[in-house]
């Protein structure tokens, strides 16, 4: 629950507007990776010593061609996790405060964008019941903005109440 904090009279002002502007909700969503560093080590080294020992049973046959292809299997699958590793580096930070609602997107290759908007306005939209489609619109002043397409369908449900729970009390403590 927010309470409301009006600073004493006499106050400087600097103070009175950090009072003003507190933190009521802080998230940074993130995309799901399951698979940490020492996972990805390990099923590279199953998959190369698999391919490795497949490829001298195919030298042993007599078709010794075969054997490359097996390493480019190897490197394919590489790849792929290096490209799924790098686009989990993007996120969104969401940070509301008395006077505004901040997004900071920040994508895979560092780039940010920020959005501000003003949370006495703002409604958040989800689809009810959530479903995989589903998608976390924040809509103010005919402005929508998506948040959070990579979380599960779970994850949006329990971010969308969140943090309508938390513009219900910056709302109620506005009053």
């Known amino acids: 629950m927010s309470i409301a904090i009006h600073p004493p009279a006499g106050m400087a002002p600097e103070i009175a507007a950090e009072a003003e502007d507190r933190v009521l909700f802080d998230a940074v969503l993130r995309p799901n990776r399951s698979l940490g560093p020492r996972g990805f080590l ?6 190369g010593g698999l391919s490795f020992a497949a490829g001298i049973a195919f030298i042993a046959i007599g078709a010794w061609p075969v054997f490359g292809f097996f390493g480019l299997d190897v490197l394919a699958i590489y790849v792929a996790f290096r490209l799924n590793y ?13 006077s505004r609602l901040s997004l900071l997107r920040v994508d895979w290759r560092g780039r940010s964008e920020r959005i501000d908007l003003q949370p006495y306005w703002l409604r958040v939209e989800i689809d009810d019941p959530v479903t995989s489609g589903s998608q976390i619109l924040l809509a103010s002043h005919g402005r929508r903005t998506v948040v959070g397409s990579f979380l599960s369908p779970d994850e949006r449900a329990d971010f969308a109440a969140a943090l309508r729970q938390a513009l219900a009390d910056s709302r109620r403590a506005a009053r």
């Open 42 to 47: 390990i099923l590279m080294l199953t998959l």
């Open 86 to 98: 790098r686009s989990g580096r993007r996120y969104e930070a969401l940070r509301l405060t008395e």
